[in-house]
């Protein structure tokens, strides 16, 4: 890329990744301020690091782990992290309903927000910032089929929170098991 602390390199970086990283940082603290925070120090240690960048094509995916190890670091330090059982939810993909009603930003945020880290990083990746399934496991270090395990749970744990019940269908009375890809 260029010498460390290059002011044209971490000005093009700010220019081409701002708004991808802050939005992955609000998706995974729910808050504006915390993620304009978690944007700026990322943009900080990436300048101070930007060495270890060997590769330009690959500085979204390296400026996104910085973000998640900042995010990471900051819940342990609080040691805040909420929890939702997901014991209810399956791995197994069932028919959609014709169309998905629209969901409030808010309420989606929210549901992100209750779930853990380890289930939030990869939906969130995925489906927001257009991260392929072999990209999230290199980032999260785990294996590709854990990362589309915790997607398909998250899926349908956010089913269960946002879709009306009369959509949402029922096994035998419980609340429901399977997951679709259609979240």
Not at 70 to 81: C, I, P
Not at 89 to 103: N, S
Not at 106 to 125: D, S, Y
Not at 134 to 147: K, S
Request: glycine share 4%; hydrophobic share 40%.
């Amino acid at each position: 890329m260029a010498m460390p602390g290059n002011q044209r390199t971490v000005e093009r970086l700010v220019a081409d990744h701002y708004i991808a990283l802050y939005r992955y940082a609000y998706r995974l603290s729910g808050s504006e301020a915390d993620a304009e925070d978690l944007t700026q120090e990322a943009f900080c240690k990436a300048q101070m690091n930007l060495s270890q960048l060997r590769e330009a094509s690959r500085a979204k995916a390296w400026l996104f782990s910085i973000l998640r190890n900042a995010y990471l670091h900051r819940v342990r330090t609080e040691h805040h992290q909420p929890t939702v059982a997901l014991d209810f939810v399956g791995d197994i993909a069932e028919p959609l309903p014709d169309a998905l009603p629209e969901v409030d930003g808010e309420r989606l945020q929210q549901a992100l927000n209750e779930l853990p880290e380890g289930f939030r990083t990869p939906l969130v990746l995925y489906y927001f910032d257009d991260f392929s399934y072999r990209d999230i496991a290199e980032q999260m270090d785990l294996p590709m089929g854990t990362v589309m395990s915790r997607l398909a749970r998250a899926k349908a744990y956010l089913r269960t929170r946002l879709l009306p019940t009369d959509q949402v269908s029922p096994a035998s009375g419980e609340r429901p098991r399977r997951a679709s890809d259609g979240m």
